[in-house]
């Protein structure tokens, strides 16, 4: 299963949307397995902030949600400062290109607040 994850984190980070999918759902296979998903899934996320964010406003709620737990625990258990610097910077970008009101305003405000960027 960790090489699974290893490979669909390469694809994902490649930008291959149905690799974000299948590394999602594989977080929810097993207990053991959680925290490699959520460093793969966080470094996916740094390699393809932008399309990170955009696939977050793409998901149901209770979707986004496990994946903000996941990108934050995984952000915890990497050193990757640089990186999670860029990802904040895309986030930002993001949160002031959108409309006030918007939906995607309100993902960013709550990806940066989850994020505790």
Not at 59 to 85: I, Q, Y
Request: aromatic share 8%; no cysteine; hydrophobic share 45%.
């Amino acid at each position: 299963m960790r090489a699974a994850i290893s490979t669909l984190g390469v694809l994902a980070g490649a930008g291959h949307a149905p690799a974000v999918e299948a590394l999602f759902d594989l977080e929810r296979t097993t207990a053991r397995l959680r925290g490699d998903v959520a460093v793969t899934w966080s470094t996916m996320a740094l390699r393809q902030p932008r399309e990170t964010i955009a696939w977050l406003g793409k998901v149901p709620a209770d979707r986004r949600a496990r994946a903000l737990e996941l990108l934050h625990e995984g952000f915890d258990s990497l050193e990757e400062d640089f990186a999670e610097e860029q990802f904040y910077a895309a986030a930002r970008a993001t949160y002031w290109a959108a409309p006030e009101g918007s939906d995607q305003r309100t993902l960013t405000a709550s990806l940066i607040e989850k994020l505790e960027f």
